[in-house]
């Protein structure tokens, strides 16, 4: 083994409630940058992408999507607890919207949808993800800009 290659990043990709475009187009960003990053980085976790995924020791969590569940809640503070650098990606992490909408829902509505909620184990509001836990970074867009999130990668791959 060549002691002189740069230790690679461990990276894990995440997605709670949400319609998952930012991994889509994250998947779409890979095809032009994924062979250059994968020199200094592997991919531990990315449901999309690998069958068998680990939640371990991350360098970098890139997550997306709200928290509308209790589960949810839980899994997001795993990822935390689990990862040195979590960044939110996409709007519905760092504002909530659009994923959360219920959250703006007239009294009428809520009711309406009340019964699904609890069944469900629904959280009363959606979190945005840094209204759950700590955010270390941030990718804006609907979805991810590509180049914030390209400058961002490299960013954290330099180091």
Known sequence: MDTNQPKKLKVGFFSFTCDEGCSI???????????????????????????????????????????ATQKDLENIKKVRKNSKVLIAMGQCAISGLPSGQRNFFNPEQSKEISHILKKFNYLSKCLSIKQAVRVDDEIEGCPINKEKLIEVMEKYLAK
């Open 25 to 67: 187009y994250l998947i779409e960003i890979f095809n032009k940058k994924l062979e250059e990053w994968l020199k200094k980085m592997e991919i531990r976790y990315f449901l999309s992408l690998k069958g068998k995924n680990e939640l371990r020791n991350l360098d970098l969590a890139f997550v997306e999507g709200v928290i």
